[in-house]
């Protein structure tokens, strides 16, 4: 416990930041470039570690439900562990395994699961990612629930060919036969202001790519649960994301009981009649603010949506939504090439070419490794993405 | 008059009454597979144990000033501290040469300065600054100096790379070999075994080295391993467990090892048992998975700084003034190499983009929106 509220420390985040972008012009690219990176320069009273080391966005948590039952205030990771605690207290198959759960995990996660369940279904196992995957797979195939921690995202990949070449194509292969829809990977996910290369990377375009797995992230407390629960229940295997800046930041009124909240299915936060905007995990948040300006500087009225589920993706939502707009922009933090807003551009271009005003915009990260130094320039941060949208409109 | 005096008795004292050298008794080492292990004497002499002392300071001191500058937030992201196992990384150094290749996981600036870098770089490094040893781009865990392979995050990832560098160094016929480390959580990793593998069938000088500080991360070694025997894990590849704690005993495992490869006869590999007094990381108090007591104990029982210099002290090798002498100047640098780590701007913005790919001319790299792309210089 102590080890994790040590590490806890590390992700709160001091004083809001502010960057503004000086005059954009249409011109030469480099130096286009550059002013964009330029910060305001007018803050140089505040400390310069706090202005730099700072949120990039404003968590907005979301109303308490009243359909599931009595709620509880809970941040992110309780959130997780409340779907987990009712996973192994219903289904006696179910098992959590990966490194250093059972003590509660680096991120608090499984927190208390060890002392009630037992420790033959709350176990850590080596430093593996490979054999936690193949061996999650195993007991999934042969009917455990199985649910497997990978400690970081930028982990993921020495698992890349159990869960692409086995997980996903177990069904496919044995002809409805054998399938191990059953196990659900969790993984902490996306940037988190001094991650740096391997703690901060979004991984979920690589897996995108792979017919017979399901991706999900969730942008809050709420969502985490019902969404977790339906990995869990779903009987193909899953990939649940977890944002890990939102672990401590996010609290909202969770309920206790379980619920589910159904998979590829995207949601629509707000309304709006301009401009669509997609975005899942820690970038709905930015995207909120990005839309409260539109709508405070530009009047212009843009529609939210959490995609939720990246594969398989709600299309009809998105490009209903397209269709009524005119106008699309993706944000993630994964570098834009090849990231999972080319796939929505592309269908949405397909879908929807005679009613788009303006060519689909993608707000993503730079084709670079995560920087260290250099991350707050790095994201696509609210400035860069409203800018976006000023071009649209303006198109 | 008496102050000429003064020193012409201290520099009397200096060089005339001192132990040039002396031998020790080191400790037996565990050997699989192996005929015989290292000698059970080890020769020092004074300049080597200036040296080593000398060497071994820095890397506490370093280190523990990187903790005070992480607390103050001047240093960020993560930080793996190397103090309590200084023994490791000068003992090997000791024992191969500058020429040879070395590669190890994240808790590397033992190494970077053993390999050659200087404070000052590793501490801008650690800021992020300029000055630092990668730019300022890669940070604690990817450090970088000649013959130096970093400095890797990804845990168990080096080995393979190891082995690859050892079979340059066969190729290339210049008598060189690779040490490559890893740690006790990382030996449980699979292509660690598929490195032994082929190290083994192709004969590569490859010397592994599993620093076993008991603790990979949380996880003490018998909660993770089948197999606490690291040195035996190579199976068909011989192995020998030495006391990383004694940097004699480091050294005169690794002269083994390295005359064991240059000989041609392929890897082999190396258990050093030691222990780190700082938690995994700066986010680690080190406290929860183990006690405080045991690491006091350690620190008054075996801490390699000490063991040395009582060696040396009681053996006549050095004087006390001389030792803290050393001390103050080993401050001093860490002192000066932190006022440049936190004075040194950082790298300029264009950085974000640059030595992504090798090409020529620069090429462009798309930037977060359709109408920003920056340039990218390799």
Redesign the interface.
């Known amino acids: 416990?102590?080890?994790a509220m040590?590490?806890t420390?590390?992700f709160l985040s001091a004083s809001p930041v502010k960057s503004s972008l000086t005059g954009?012009t249409?011109g030469t690219?480099?130096s286009?470039?550059?002013t964009?990176?330029?910060r305001s320069p007018d803050r140089t009273a505040e400390p310069k570690?706090q202005r730099r080391?700072a949120a990039h966005f404003t968590y907005h948590p979301d109303p308490a439900p009243a359909q599931y039952g009595p709620t509880q205030k809970m941040n992110l990771f309780q959130a997780v562990t409340s779907a987990l605690d009712n996973t192994l207290a219903g289904d006696p198959t179910a098992v959590i395994f990966g490194?250093?759960v059972a003590?509660g995990g680096v991120f608090r996660c499984t927190v208390g699961l060890r002392d009630k369940y037992g420790k033959d279904r709350v176990f850590?196992t080596?430093?593996?990612e490979?054999?936690i995957v193949g061996f999650g797979i195993g007991a999934a195939v042969a009917g455990a629930t199985a649910i497997a921690e990978i400690q970081f995202a930028?982990?993921i990949?020495?698992a890349f060919d159990q869960i692409v070449n086995e997980a996903a194509k177990y069904r496919y292969r044995s002809g409805n036969l054998f399938d191990c829809g059953k196990l659900t990977i969790r993984s902490p996910w996306g940037c988190v202001g001094?991650?740096?290369?391997?703690?901060s990377q979004s991984p979920e375009a690589f897996f995108a790519h792979c017919p017979g797995i399901k991706i999900v992230v969730p942008r809050g407390p709420v969502q985490a649960k019902g969404l977790l629960l339906s990995c869990i229940a779903d009987q193909n295997p899953c990939i649940f994301f977890e944002p890990k800046i939102l672990y401590r930041a996010a609290v909202e009124q969770v309920p206790t009981e379980a619920y589910q909240i159904p998979l590829s299915q995207a949601e629509v936060l707000q309304e709006g009649s301009d401009l669509t905007l997609v975005a899942w995990g820690t970038q709905v948040h930015v995207l909120r603010e990005v839309a409260a300006m539109a709508q405070e500087k530009l009047g212009v009225s843009c529609e939210l949506i959490d995609l939720q589920t990246i594969l398989p993706w709600d299309t009809e939502t998105v490009c209903k939504s397209v269709v009524k707009t005119g106008r699309l922009l993706v944000s993630h933090e994964a570098p834009?090439?090849g990231g999972f807003a080319a796939e929505i551009s592309s269908t949405v271009q397909e879908e929807c070419f005679l009613n788009l005003e303006a060519?689909i915009?993608?707000?993503?990260?730079?084709?670079?490794?995560f920087?260290?130094?250099?991350e707050p320039?790095?994201?696509?941060d609210k400035w860069?993405?409203f800018?976006?949208v000023k071009?649209m409109i303006n198109y | 008059l008496f102050f000429i005096l003064f020193i012409v008795v201290v520099s009397a004292r200096t060089y005339a009454d001192f132990t040039p050298q002396a031998s020790f008794d080191i400790k037996k080492c565990d050997v699989h597979k192996l005929e015989e292990g290292p000698p059970l004497q080890a020769v020092l002499t004074r300049e080597e144990g200036l040296q080593y002392y000398r060497t071994m300071q820095t890397i506490r001191r370093m280190e523990l000033k990187a903790d005070q500058l992480y607390k103050q937030?001047?240093i960020?992201?993560?930080c793996h501290l190397y103090d309590g196992q200084e023994a490791c990384a000068v003992g090997i150094e000791a024992g191969i040469n500058l020429s040879d290749h070395l590669i190890t996981a994240y808790r590397a600036h033992g190494y970077t300065l053993t390999r050659g870098g200087t404070v000052r770089e590793i501490m801008a490094e650690l800021t992020?600054r300029r000055g630092g040893i990668a730019k300022?781009?890669?940070?604690s865990?990817?450090m970088y100096t000649k013959h130096f392979y970093g400095g890797n995050?990804?845990?168990?990832a080096q080995v393979p790379l190891g082995a690859g560098v050892a079979l340059a160094c066969k190729y290339l016929g210049k008598n060189e070999l690779c040490v490559c480390l890893y740690g006790d959580?990382?030996a449980?990793?699979?292509?660690i075994f598929e490195t032994y593998n082929m190290a083994s069938l192709w004969k590569l000088p490859c010397i592994f080295i599993c620093e076993n500080n008991k603790y990979?991360?949380?996880?003490s070694v018998e909660?993770?391993?089948a197999s606490t025997d690291y040195y035996k894990r190579g199976d068909f590849i011989p192995g020998l467990r030495v006391d990383g704690m004694d940097v004699l005993c480091v050294r005169e495992a690794t002269k083994l090892a390295a005359e064991h490869c240059r000989s041609g006869k392929g890897p082999i590999l190396m258990e050093l048992q030691t222990y780190r007094y700082h938690?995994h990381s700066m986010?680690?108090?080190g406290?929860?998975?183990r006690t405080r007591d045991e690491i006091q104990e350690v620190r008054s029982k075996s801490d390699p700084i000490s063991m040395l210099k009582d060696r040396m002290l009681s053996n006549n090798m050095a004087s006390v003034e001389e030792l803290k002498e050393i001390d103050v100047e080993v401050r001093k640098e860490i002192e000066d190499a932190a006022q440049f780590a936190t004075t040194d701007p950082?790298?300029p913005?264009?950085?974000?983009?640059n030595h992504?790919f090798y090409n020529d001319p620069p090429m462009?790299?798309?930037?977060?929106?359709?109408?920003?792309?920056?340039?990218?210089i390799s």
């Open positions: 416990a102590l080890t040590a590490a420390r590390l954009l249409g690219r480099s286009l470039g550059l964009l990176l330029k570690a080391h490194e250093d003590f850590n080596p430093l593996c490979q054999g930028d982990y990949y020495p001094h991650g740096s290369i391997y703690h834009v090439t060519p915009s993608r707000v993503c990260g730079y084709d670079t490794p920087p260290h130094i250099f320039f790095y994201i696509p860069k993405c800018e976006a071009r | 937030k001047i960020r992201g993560f992020g300022g781009k890669g940070g865990m990817h995050g990804i845990v168990g959580g990382a449980n990793q699979g292509q990979g991360m949380g996880t909660r993770a391993a938690g986010s680690d108090p406290i929860s998975y950082e790298p913005l264009d950085d974000l983009c992504i462009e790299v798309r930037g977060t929106n359709p109408w920003t792309k920056l340039k990218s």
